[in-house]
């Protein structure tokens, strides 16, 4: 999983530290993630741009770290929240009723709102009581989870006593 979404980060932004670890958790632990970031396999594809938090209805929601409140509203009949953060960096909550505006500043951890589970629902697959929390980078998503949490690096381990032509082929499928 962590390979994937590491190649949707810049590599410098990355080693940079811009996008490690660097938010908390939008409501109080345990944080059950039921649905996973899916990257969109195009600019308007289908993927599933951030992760789904299990939570009851009436949750508090609280900013993911500092910035300023971008939208507070509804998109398709939910509730969003949008704040910009620094380094180029925006979340996104739903469904949630805000309980700030736009244009507000906010510090890590204050609560923005609570979960209110949308009255129309358009996928199935949404229909679950969570928080939506996606990220963008430079205006590309990303998963949530490389701001939240620390990401291993790649480790590659030896396979038996080391790969082989016929070894790689064994196991190549068409």
Same mark, same amino acid.
């Given at each position: 999983?962590?390979?994937?979404?590491?190649?949707?980060?810049?590599?410098?932004? *990355?080693?940079?530290?811009?996008?490690?670890?660097?938010w908390r958790w939008p409501v109080d632990a345990p944080?059950?993630?039921?649905?996973?970031?899916?990257?969109?396999?195009?600019?308007?594809?289908?993927?599933?741009?951030?992760?789904?938090?299990?939570?009851?209805?009436?949750?508090?929601?609280?900013?993911?770290a500092e910035g300023h409140v971008l939208f507070v509203?509804?998109?398709?009949?939910?509730?969003?929240?949008?704040?910009?953060?620094?380094?180029?960096?925006?979340?996104?909550?739903?469904?949630?009723?805000?309980?700030? *505006?736009?244009?507000?500043?906010?510090?890590?951890?204050?609560?923005?709102?609570?979960?209110?589970?949308?009255?129309?629902?358009?996928?199935?697959?949404?229909?679950?009581?969570?928080?939506?929390?996606?990220?963008?980078?430079?205006?590309?998503?990303?998963?949530?989870?490389?701001?939240?949490?620390?990401?291993?690096?790649?480790?590659?381990?030896?396979?038996?006593?080391?790969?082989?032509?016929?070894? *790689?082929?064994?196991?190549?499928?068409?």
């Open positions: 999983m962590s390979v994937g979404v590491v190649s949707l980060i810049q590599s410098d932004a *990355a080693r940079a530290g811009v996008l490690s670890n660097s944080h059950p993630v039921i649905r996973e970031f899916r990257a969109p396999t195009s600019e308007y594809g289908r993927g599933h741009r951030g992760i789904d938090i299990a939570v009851a209805d009436g949750t508090p929601v609280r900013s993911p509203g509804e998109v398709a009949g939910r509730g969003v929240i949008t704040i910009e953060h620094e380094n180029d960096v925006v979340s996104t909550l739903e469904p949630v009723r805000g309980t700030v *505006a736009p244009g507000d500043r906010v510090a890590a951890g204050d609560i923005v709102g609570v979960v209110v589970e949308p009255e129309i629902v358009w996928d199935s697959s949404h229909v679950c009581s969570c928080v939506h929390l996606g990220a963008r980078y430079a205006g590309e998503y990303v998963s949530p989870r490389v701001l939240l949490e620390r990401m291993p690096g790649a480790v590659l381990k030896p396979w038996g006593d080391g790969p082989t032509l016929a070894g *790689a082929l064994a196991h190549t499928t068409l």
